[in-house]
């Protein structure tokens, strides 16, 4: 029995994240979020697409005509775990160039933006 290979799923910091952001380079970037909408009320970020992962039923169908497979993807969540997965799901679908954004929002807010809400 072989298994499947999965490769490893590149991460990137908050503080690169920061820097995108803040630098306007977001053009070209495709960002998903995948935390619930109850979540997002509370904190979010501007350019990031929300698809919570509660409705992949919904728009799981559509990613590969939603988004470019070969495009930067950026992924988030509260702390990193379901974005990692998120990150699993979109390498299986095809995408080439899939990034889990490290500690989530949770992290972003304490390390680079003390304006947004912790939860």
């Not at 306007?24 to 495709?30: H, K």
């Not at 995408?95 to 989530?104: D, E, M, Y």
Request: charged fraction near 15%.
């Amino acid at each position: 029995m072989s298994a499947q290979f999965q490769p490893p799923i590149v991460s990137v910091s908050v503080e690169e994240l920061a820097q995108y952001l803040n630098s306007g380079a977001v053009e070209g970037l495709q960002l998903i979020d995948v935390r619930e909408l109850e979540e997002i009320v509370i904190a979010s970020l501007p350019n990031f697409t929300i698809l919570p992962l509660s409705q992949f039923n919904q728009w799981a169908e559509q990613i590969t005509t939603r988004f470019d497979p070969h495009q930067e993807t950026l992924v988030l969540c509260h702390h990193g775990i379901r974005s990692a997965q998120m990150c699993q799901w979109l390498a299986s679908q095809g995408f080439t160039n899939v990034k889990n954004i490290t500690g989530g929002i949770d992290a972003y807010a304490s390390q680079c933006d003390q304006g947004i809400a912790l939860y």
